[in-house]
């Protein structure tokens, strides 16, 4: 992982914005994978998923934000100018509140620890459970 942050910072530093793009989006991506495969069923390191799921959701509003700029155009028209998205507020939080706690509630009564994992019908366990 190291090698690949040190690539993409010296590739930034050289304005080589493909390879940048390369060594510190794939190349970060390959090691993780290689990190969650030699894990095993132990797991991440809680800080390293966070982080992880910190970028995914990074990258999901880039998504949207694209999707969301570019208006569908008929043939022979031209497209309209999209509007720049300048601003984008995201929130953190240590913990999870309302409907979301209930659910987490339920589901680490529903996790097995000898199995680790869920019963096949957690989705129906889920839906006729009363909240807490």
Known sequence: ???????????????????????????????????????????????????????????????????????????GQQAPPAAKVVHADLFVSDRFTGWRERVFINLSQLYSQQTRGFPADVSQQMMGRESP
């Not at 992880?52 to 700029?69: C, N, V, W």
Request: net charge positive; charged share 30%; with cysteine.
């Open 1 to 75: 992982m190291n090698l690949a942050i040190h690539g993409s910072h010296a590739a930034y530093d050289n304005m080589m914005f493909k390879e940048a793009l390369k060594t510190g989006y794939y190349n970060l991506q390959n090691a993780r994978d290689a990190y969650r495969a030699a894990c095993g069923p132990h797991g991440m390191h809680k800080d390293l998923g966070a982080a992880m799921y910190m970028q995914e959701r990074i990258e999901a509003l880039r998504r949207d934000i694209d999707k969301h700029g570019k208006a569908k155009v008929k043939k």
